[in-house]
């Protein structure tokens, strides 16, 4: 038994080196990660208090820019720029909502766009979009990320009387 005893020491000790498995380093573990994450979508789009109960993730995205969309045309067809610009019937806007809710607007013209003044055009867009209700910005991994998207904002020509 005392002869055994050490065998089986030795035995135990030497068993071990089958058992141990190759642990990858964090650095490797991050890569991978980051490799498998697609950084083109995110888990929950922006969205405003009327489409929050839609649970349907496509449902929700299109509500949230109809209603961007309608708020945005409400509120540059309030102004004189359809009748300085009968020409321009539709402005693409970029929008973009940032993690602390708050968002900015750019106007995205043509390359062609010389027949109108996008500076003047720019300074009433900038004038005219403020004071939007509440937005939850877009969800990536359970954190609140910056998304942009660009819109298509119909202006509706005054009655002119």
């Given at each position: 038994m005392k002869q055994f005893f050490p065998f089986f020491i030795c035995i135990l000790f030497?068993?071990?080196q089958y058992f141990e498995k190759q642990v990858p380093s964090e650095k490797e573990l991050l890569q991978k990660e980051l490799k498998s994450?697609?950084?083109k979508e995110v888990d929950e789009y922006p969205s405003v208090p009327e489409c929050d109960k839609?649970?349907?993730k496509a449902v929700r995205q299109q509500c949230f820019?109809?209603?961007m969309s309608n708020l945005i045309e409400?509120?540059?067809n309030v102004d004189t720029l359809s009748i300085l610009y009968p020409e321009l019937d539709t402005i693409e806007v970029k929008v973009t909502v940032f993690p602390n809710a708050t968002m900015k607007f750019e106007p995205q013209f043509r390359k062609d766009s010389v027949a109108y003044d996008t500076i003047k055009i720019d300074s009433i867009l900038?004038?005219?979009l403020v004071d939007f209700p509440k937005i939850n910005p877009?969800?990536?991994r359970g954190v609140p990320v910056k998304t942009q998207f660009i819109l298509p904002v119909i202006l509706k020509a005054k009655d002119k009387k």
């Amino acid at each position: 038994m005392k002869q055994f005893f050490p065998f089986f020491i030795c035995i135990l000790f030497s068993s071990c080196q089958y058992f141990e498995k190759q642990v990858p380093s964090e650095k490797e573990l991050l890569q991978k990660e980051l490799k498998s994450i697609n950084w083109k979508e995110v888990d929950e789009y922006p969205s405003v208090p009327e489409c929050d109960k839609i649970t349907d993730k496509a449902v929700r995205q299109q509500c949230f820019f109809e209603v961007m969309s309608n708020l945005i045309e409400e509120k540059l067809n309030v102004d004189t720029l359809s009748i300085l610009y009968p020409e321009l019937d539709t402005i693409e806007v970029k929008v973009t909502v940032f993690p602390n809710a708050t968002m900015k607007f750019e106007p995205q013209f043509r390359k062609d766009s010389v027949a109108y003044d996008t500076i003047k055009i720019d300074s009433i867009l900038h004038a005219r979009l403020v004071d939007f209700p509440k937005i939850n910005p877009a969800i990536k991994r359970g954190v609140p990320v910056k998304t942009q998207f660009i819109l298509p904002v119909i202006l509706k020509a005054k009655d002119k009387k």
